[in-house]
């Protein structure tokens, strides 16, 4: 078999709590974006996020978690998803094979940070969340939960981060340095990012037109997931169902600009190359792209010339971006894009790409803008960050 | 399966550790609780215009990159792999500061772009216009480790022939004064502060930003091999002498083979004895040596403990100053390095001639 098995998922985002949730959601054109209600700003008249609609004392109910916890918002968003792909996948003993996790995260326990940074000195009851602001502690805290022992790490290349961390533990698994691996991401929403993508001016005020020539920018969103990986040697062992596999992945940097895409997307072009030497596939078999589709002028445009580059002469097979339905959600978008990918094999469907009008000009481009059903063998999806960081994962029907 | 060579070295930290042969400058500082670097000359690096611009770790990442690229004798790699603790600090502050401060109002992006965590490497990639493979690693102590553990994985599998790995964190001033809130700095005012025999808990703070060229081949100037890197989330006290005799055992050694052990002593007296039971009982025999006396503590401190090994294997002198012990051995051919943070985030590391 080509490729590393998948054997559980678990997913928390604007358009669902679970992988049901969120499943039905993409089939049923409920989008998950609307005005912001867990955090104050000032701009809640003006952007649209994709928010999970829990406070954070809801989520603090529904994990269990003492009075004294000092879990930040991302933390417990990553903690569900986790919980969820470990018994989605059936474990029940996490130390019984050489297990580790792998998150991801852009700003890890800013939502905490920013909440309580100037009163850290006159209350002494809040001193506990300081540590929270490791990027580390969201992992720290999903181990620990999990009662996980093993290898614990994180990845933050900005909103590539949980493509990479999917890479890595794929490739932990192949050289067989682990036997399981539980890779995702999660990222809360917070001020820090929300007045950080506002002052790069590139906050859409309306809902995101991936691909579209009138686009104005995303909408940030909030989620987390995670999906477990497990060597070939314990699925025949324990007669495994495998949900689909990782069969190629690929990381380039475009080294252009801090913040900006290469108007040919070089990297991305690179980061797809790769991934289809790694899984063996000519572009030509996949049947389902997850775009990046950031809804961003700069990322379309550089996404599109890529995908371009990469089909030459041959037609770009269906693509859709799904951050009309969640948000732009940052470190845990390629987590959260690699559950819907799989779902889209499991299912044989094409998502609609969502508030698509008019074709860019700068390409005859037409994403997909209804539900498809298709047989779907194999998904690419790309995720590109800041820093011009590009990934690529290539998930196959087992 | 290829393996790997240390090939170059750059190191900026809190003592002269560019211009000089090994440490014979180093000082201990026992009158502050937090050190700040020695500042390489910028300019011989960065254009000023783009320096005044740039966050510290940038400048120092950049810095110790050319350092360990230009001692290697190499003009590119194939993969740039960089771990931190905390990114861009001072930027964060900056940029988290002037949200809290103005309502959310005036901002300006650069402070925002700067506080990614993965800056430092996409800034180096973007200078040397590396199109490769570039991760960061964010989590806590064993973000180094981690970049270390994908590096050696990329040339064990043939997927990168030089890669440029790297461990850089900087001091914010507010995110100081909250560590010393939260006792993970030593409380100020104690001096003198000392990290080998502290009463107190906490530990003296430090930043700094070692990068290391690794190749996949033994040249005329290598410092050493990576054997091994390992990082385990949790292990109780009584659990690490196992943990690292099965290291070793994987490696097909045992404890009389390391001929130096290195130990992260901090000074934080609290969790002081995930290293010093290890080191008075099974590693008692074996020279050893500490390093946070000198670097200070920080996310990515392990990576100055990597120069440092690195360099013994290759001078075969041991500098006085990083000595716990007397044990001396005839040449130093292994040197095994261990750390950790408040009984998390382990790490063992590997390293021979």
Redesign the interface.
């Given at each position: 078999m080509k490729g590393v098995a998948i054997t559980g998922m678990g997913i928390i985002s604007a358009i669902g709590n679970s992988v049901e949730e969120n499943y039905v959601s993409l089939t049923e054109n409920k989008i998950g974006i609307s005005r912001i209600q867990n955090i104050p700003?000032?701009?809640a008249d003006v952007i649209k996020v994709g928010e999970i609609k829990k406070t954070n004392e809801e989520l603090v109910a529904e994990l269990q978690l003492s009075e004294n916890n000092n879990f930040s918002r991302t933390a417990m968003i990553g903690t569900l998803a986790a919980k969820q792909a470990v018994e989605n996948a059936g474990i029940t003993s996490i130390n019984e094979f050489r297990t580790g996790?792998i998150s991801a995260?852009?700003v890890?326990g800013?939502d905490m940070?920013?909440r309580h940074?100037?009163d850290?000195?006159e209350k002494p009851e809040l001193?506990?969340y300081?540590?929270c602001?490791?990027?580390?502690?969201v992992?720290?805290k999903i181990?620990?939960e999990l009662g996980?022992?093993?290898?614990?790490?994180?990845?933050?290349?900005?909103c590539s981060s949980a493509a990479?961390s999917i890479m890595?533990g794929a490739?932990?698994i192949k050289?067989g340095?682990l036997d399981r691996v539980i890779v995702g991401g999660a990222d809360a929403l917070a001020?820090?990012t929300i007045?950080?993508f506002?002052?790069?001016m590139i906050l859409s005020d309306d809902y995101n037109k991936p691909f579209d020539n009138t686009r104005k920018g995303l909408n940030l969103g909030e989620a987390a997931a995670f999906l477990v990986l497990e060597s070939d040697e314990i699925i025949k062992k324990q007669n495994k169902k495998v949900l689909a596999r990782v069969s190629g992945y690929g990381?380039?940097?475009?080294?252009?600009?801090?913040?900006a895409s290469s108007e040919n997307g070089?990297?991305a072009y690179?980061a797809m190359k790769k991934a289809f030497e790694i899984s063996g596939l000519k572009p030509s078999e996949i049947d389902y792209i997850n775009v990046h589709g950031t809804a961003t002028p700069n990322n379309d445009l550089s996404e599109g010339r890529a995908l371009k580059r990469i089909y030459e002469d041959e037609k770009v097979p269906d693509f859709s971006s799904t951050k009309p339905f969640t948000g732009h959600t940052l470190a845990a978008a390629a987590a959260i894009e690699a559950v819907y990918s799989v779902l889209a094999i499991q299912n044989n469907v094409v998502y609609p790409n969502l508030n698509f009008e008019i074709p860019m000009e700068e390409f005859d481009l037409k994403p997909q803008t209804t539900l498809k059903n298709k047989n779907i063998e194999h998904v690419l999806s790309n995720s590109f960050?800041?820093?011009?960081?590009c990934s690529t994962l290539i998930f196959s029907k087992s | 399966m290829k393996k790997t060579y240390i090939n170059g070295v750059g190191c900026i930290s809190t003592q002269k550790t560019f211009d000089t042969v090994f440490l014979e400058e180093a000082v201990v500082n026992h009158d502050e609780n937090v050190l700040a670097i020695v500042p390489p000359a910028y300019k011989e690096y960065i254009s000023p215009a783009a320096s005044r611009r740039m966050a510290k770790g940038v400048k120092n990442g950049i810095v110790a990159s050319a350092l360990a690229m230009k001692d290697a004798n190499v003009e590119n790699v194939d993969a740039i792999i960089t771990g931190t603790g905390l990114g861009c600090i001072e930027d964060s502050e900056k940029f988290l500061k002037s949200i809290l401060d103005n309502n959310e109002e005036f901002l300006t992006p650069t402070s925002f772009i700067q506080s990614t965590h993965n800056t430092v490497g996409s800034q180096i990639a973007l200078l040397q216009q590396c199109k490769g493979y570039n991760f960061t690693y964010v989590n806590g102590a064993v973000s180094f480790e981690s970049a270390l553990i994908d590096a050696k994985m990329q040339i064990e599998e043939d997927e990168a022939n030089s890669i440029l790995v790297g461990g850089v964190d900087e001091n914010g001033e507010y995110t100081t004064s909250l560590f010393k809130l939260n006792g993970r700095i030593k409380a100020d005012n104690n001096a003198p502060y000392d990290v080998l025999n502290s009463t107190t808990s906490g530990a003296v703070y430090g930043e700094g930003a070692s990068f290391f060229v690794l190749e996949n081949e033994r040249k005329e100037n290598t410092y050493a091999e990576i054997l091994d890197v390992s990082i385990i989330n949790t292990l109780e006290e009584n659990e690490i002498e196992a943990a690292a005799k099965s290291f070793l055992k994987s490696n097909n050694l045992e404890i009389s083979d390391i001929d130096a052990f290195v130990l992260g002593y901090d000074g934080n007296a609290a969790f002081e004895n995930y290293y010093k039971n290890i080191a008075e009982n099974a590693f008692a025999k074996t020279p050893q040596l500490y390093y946070k006396h000198l670097s200070g503590e920080y996310d990515t401190a392990s990576a100055f403990a990597f120069w440092m090994a690195a360099k013994i294997l290759k001078t075969q002198e041991i500098p006085e100053i990083l000595k716990v012990n007397a044990v001396e051995k005839p040449d130093y051919k292994t040197i095994l390095l261990y750390n950790q943070l408040n009984g998390k985030n382990h790490s063992f590391t590997l390293l021979s001639k």
């Open positions: 700003t000032v701009h996790l995260t852009s890890g800013m940070t920013e940074y100037y850290y000195f001193v506990k300081i540590t602001h490791d990027g580390g502690d992992a720290e181990a620990e996980l022992k093993g290898m614990v790490t994180t990845i933050s290349t900005a990479n890595l490739r932990l050289t340095k001020k820090f007045n950080g506002k002052t790069l990381n380039a940097n475009d080294a252009y600009h801090q913040t070089d990297g690179l960050g800041f820093g011009g960081n | -």
